[in-house]
């Protein structure tokens, strides 16, 4: 997806796509393709930073900038895809 599209999307699209993106990495890892893993986290990391720029109230924020950090300097195992997934799971369901 374009980000000019992406950034036009509702902040609840938004998030689902990002979503959708760490659930495939996790199929990858559980995979054993870190190739594809990574290449999955990459996507999400920079859909998130459009998501981040484009709604500065976010209310979740601060987690998600957390996961940013956590995404970017580990390698990305499937208990932080997991623990991703389901936390943006939660904040999807409280949008």
Do not use: Y
Not at 59 to 86: F, H, I, M, N, Y
Request: proline letters at 2%; one cysteine or more.
């Amino acid at each position: 997806m374009e980000k000019g599209c992406f950034s036009q999307l509702a902040e609840r699209e938004q998030l689902g796509h990002i979503a959708s993106e760490i659930a495939r990495a996790r199929g990858w890892a559980e995979r054993a393709n870190i190739s594809r893993r990574d290449s999955a986290v990459r996507r999400a990391l920079e859909l998130l930073d459009v998501l981040l720029a484009g709604h500065p109230t976010l209310v979740p924020r601060g987690d998600l900038e957390r996961w940013k950090v956590r995404l970017q300097s580990t390698d990305a195992d499937e208990g932080l895809l997991t623990d991703v997934e389901a936390r943006l799971v939660k904040i999807l369901s409280d949008v």
